[in-house]
């Protein structure tokens, strides 16, 4: 009897014994809530994933439309500076005369004529001295030479823009730009815009009649080897080739332009020895740079043949500078004072000259007022 119980309860299930359906249902169970986990976070982590990507979709789309904007602003204002380029880039062996000013060296000359740093918006990080930087072009200059065939003196404006180059192209190109000189003349196409950073304009000044019939007693159309070029690092530079008698050619366009007669100016005693002079002149350099916020310092280096030194000096003391001082302080209101020198060892006449009165003038102008002279 014993033994018939104890065999029952040795095959009776021990409960939670591996293999019991008690046993079997829990670990289901355990199971099912572990893959249930599982999956939640699974899901949570395949949702942050697709809310990321959609927020890196969107600043993708708002990066590729600010760019695409600032692209459109680039081209239709000239947002970002345009790269540096040089006049050299549109000058010709042909080229005698070329003039050049860099507005990097102008300094704070320019303020008055800007708003007062109070005139910005305050969230706007700009004061009139950045403002200048940041807008004034790299380069402006004028070059010339004089085409016999063609029946004038063809002249090349070019600017190579920092900002604003685009606004500013249409400006011009819509303006009614009269320049009131006899025979100057704008090219049916007179602005071009080719890329950022230059804006080109083509004029011609008419060549009076039989000019280069008396050229050609002293000079020829020969070009020179070595075309001449400006000195670099001067607010104004300048050079102008002689070897083909393009001063000459330059001054009786200009007398005829202001209505004056070259043959008659050319019939005065006084032209004798500056005819001799001009002949033996080979080459002007010019530059010139502000000493201070009131004063231009310059220099022309006239290279010439050192047989000619002693009228050369003579003519550039006693008339020259005369004539410039008396249209300085006549028509600019400032002062001019200088002496030429002559160079031995440069083979050139040397004329060193200031022009003061600037501060006062450039105030003056900003205001609208008429500038007081300097001198009397």
């Keep these: 009897m014993i033994h018939a119980k104890m065999s029952v309860i040795a095959q009776a299930?021990?409960?939670?014994?591996?293999?019991?359906?008690?046993?079997?249902?829990?670990?289901?169970?355990?199971?099912?809530?572990?893959?249930?986990?599982r999956s939640s976070e699974v899901e949570k982590i395949i949702v942050k994933r697709g809310c990321l990507l959609i927020i890196l979709g969107i600043l993708t789309i708002l990066i590729v439309v600010a760019g695409i904007s600032l692209y459109a602003a680039n081209r239709q204002i000239g947002l970002f500076p345009a790269q540096t380029i040089s006049h050299e880039q549109v000058a010709s062996p042909e080229t005698r005369f070329r003039l050049v000013i860099r507005p990097d060296h102008l300094g704070n000359i320019l303020l008055p004529f800007l708003p007062d740093a109070s005139e910005f918006p305050a969230w706007l990080p700009l004061d009139p001295e950045n403002t200048l930087a940041l807008m004034l072009p790299h380069e402006i200059a004028l070059l010339s030479h004089a085409d016999f065939q063609g029946g004038h003196i063809k002249l090349t404006f070019f600017v190579n823009e920092r900002r604003g180059g685009p606004v500013f192209f249409s400006l011009?190109?819509?303006?009614?730009?009269?320049?009131?000189?006899?025979?100057?003349?704008?090219?049916s196409v007179p602005f071009t815009y080719p890329q950022r950073g230059m804006l080109l304009g083509f004029a011609g000044l008419d060549i009076p009649d039989d000019v280069e019939f008396f050229l050609l007693d002293r000079w020829s159309h020969a070009l020179p080897d070595t075309p001449l070029t400006v000195a670099d690092g001067h607010l104004l530079s300048g050079v102008l080739d002689n070897r083909n008698g393009e001063l000459l050619t330059m001054l009786l366009t200009m007398i005829?332009?202001?209505?004056?007669?070259?043959?008659?100016?050319?019939?005065?005693p006084r032209m004798e020895t500056f005819m001799e002079v001009l002949v033996d002149i080979f080459s002007l350099h010019l530059h010139a740079d502000l000493v201070d916020e009131d004063t231009l310092s310059a220099q022309l280096r006239v290279e010439a043949d050192p047989q000619i030194q002693p009228e050369l000096t003579f003519l550039s003391n006693i008339v020259l500078l005369p004539l410039l001082r008396n249209y300085v302080q006549t028509e600019l209101l400032l002062d001019l004072s200088g002496e030429a020198v002559w160079d031995d060892s440069q083979e050139a006449l040397l004329i060193n000259a200031e022009i003061t009165g600037l501060e006062s003038w450039i105030t003056a102008l900003a205001k609208g007022e008429t500038p007081t002279p300097v001198a009397e």
Aim: glycine content about 12%; charged content about 25%; hydrophobic content about 30%.
């Design 256 to 268: 005829e332009a202001n209505e004056g007669d070259w043959q008659t100016t050319l019939e005065d």
């Design 172 to 187: 011009v190109r819509d303006a009614n730009l009269d320049i009131d000189l006899k025979g100057f003349s704008w090219n």
């Design 13 to 37: 299930p021990i409960p939670g014994a591996p293999g019991t359906s008690e046993t079997i249902c829990k670990t289901a169970n355990k199971n099912s809530g572990c893959a249930s986990g």
